[in-house]
């Protein structure tokens, strides 16, 4: 795919930030507390990429009877003691320094409620201009809205954005907008470029940069 990204769009759990840890301890805190058994990979891997709530529908699946109550627990359960367990990815805050003055950067996450906090306490909140999570977006990844509102906030069309991303879901996302794929850490995603650290996007995005 033929792009001249002036606009760089970052999912955030496994491209931000490795939160598998901070995930994992969140969900097996909701499973312990209403007698589920410990989350297996395949589930770890399904709460990685979509909502909380999806997430909690997802794990109780077969425990129909407690439903209601993981996801009420859920709700009042604050994800910000599990920040501690998240680690932001290697290189994140060198390259935004180096991209803040010659891209426009935004980010679409399906998180909800804990997207602002994470940015605050990593201090990178002033690295973005718009934020989209699921809360403020119509609908979640893989629906289109949220990408298609960070297009129209900018005025770029869909070959003039990058959106950096690790999954399926993201994949389906890009897909339905138009917009290229980087895949992060994921050679195994049919994406339209693979990166394996910030290095390397910043090697591949210096082809398009208009400053050195």
């Known amino acids: 795919m033929k792009i001249r990204p002036k606009l760089l769009v970052f999912d955030c759990d496994g491209v931000l930030f490795?939160?598998?840890?901070?995930?994992?301890?969140?969900?097996?805190?909701?499973?312990?507390?209403?007698?589920?058994?410990?989350?297996?990979?395949?589930?770890?891997?399904?709460?990685?990429?979509?909502?909380?709530?999806?997430?909690v529908r997802y794990l109780f699946r077969d425990f129909p009877e407690k439903l209601e109550k993981a996801l009420e627990y859920q709700r009042n359960l604050p994800y910000e003691k599990f920040l501690p367990y998240m680690r932001m990815e290697p290189g994140l805050r060198e390259f935004l320094e180096w991209?803040?003055?010659?891209?426009?950067?935004?980010?679409?996450t399906n998180r909800t409620t804990t997207m602002g906090r994470l940015l605050e306490i990593y201090g990178l909140e002033p690295y973005f201009d718009l934020v989209m999570t699921a809360l403020k977006s119509p609908r979640p990844k893989p629906y289109p809205e949220a990408l298609l509102v960070i297009l129209e906030h900018f005025g770029v069309p869909p070959e003039e954005a990058l959106y950096i991303g690790d999954s399926e879901v993201d994949l389906k996302l890009c897909r339905a907008v138009g917009v290229a794929l980087a895949a992060y850490k994921n050679p195994s995603l049919p994406a339209d470029f693979h990166l394996k650290s910030y290095e390397e996007l910043r090697d591949f995005l210096s082809?398009?940069?208009e400053e050195d």
């Open 207 to 209: 082809n398009f940069s």
């Open 18 to 55: 490795d939160s598998r840890e901070a995930n994992r301890a969140y969900y097996e805190d909701i499973c312990r507390t209403l007698g589920r058994p410990p989350l297996t990979e395949e589930e770890l891997h399904y709460v990685h990429m979509h909502t909380a709530e999806e997430s």
């Open 99 to 108: 991209a803040r003055p010659r891209f426009r950067l935004a980010i679409s």
